[in-house]
Nanobody
């Protein structure tokens, strides 16, 4: 099972930017790495994922055009660049990995999880 370490959360004003990082112990050839988020009192939402092999990506409608996912395979790290942040983006963000097809995400498909990193968007 791959070990994942998420980082980069913090407090940012509306309209601001943050970059989250997900460092992995190793990726396997078929792995997808995804970012989920969970706001207080809400379920876990799949935000974005990327195929570490081919670079295919998926974005939830709520973040499309504002968030960009990328991977640096030499560093076993996946990034989530978050721009034009809104208060409704406030949540704990988790990264996860697994041999998952790129597309709409459900948490149960991902076998490996990192700890969360808190993103707070507030003035």
């Amino acid at each position: 099972e791959v070990q994942l370490q998420a980082s980069g959360g913090g407090l940012v004003q509306p309209g601001g930017s943050l970059r989250l990082s997900c460092a992995a112990s190793a990726f396997t050839f078929d792995d997808a790495v995804g970012w989920f988020r969970q706001a207080p009192g809400k379920g876990r939402e799949g935000v974005s994922c990327i195929s570490v092999r081919g670079g295919s990506t998926y974005y939830a409608d709520s973040v499309k055009g504002r968030f960009t996912i990328s991977s640096d395979n030499a560093k076993n790290t996946v990034y989530l660049q978050m721009n034009s942040l809104k208060p409704e983006d406030t949540a704990v963000y988790y990264c996860a990995a697994g041999p998952v097809p790129i597309g709409p995400m459900t948490a149960i498909e991902f076998g490996s999880w990192g700890q969360g990193t808190l993103v707070t968007v507030s003035s």
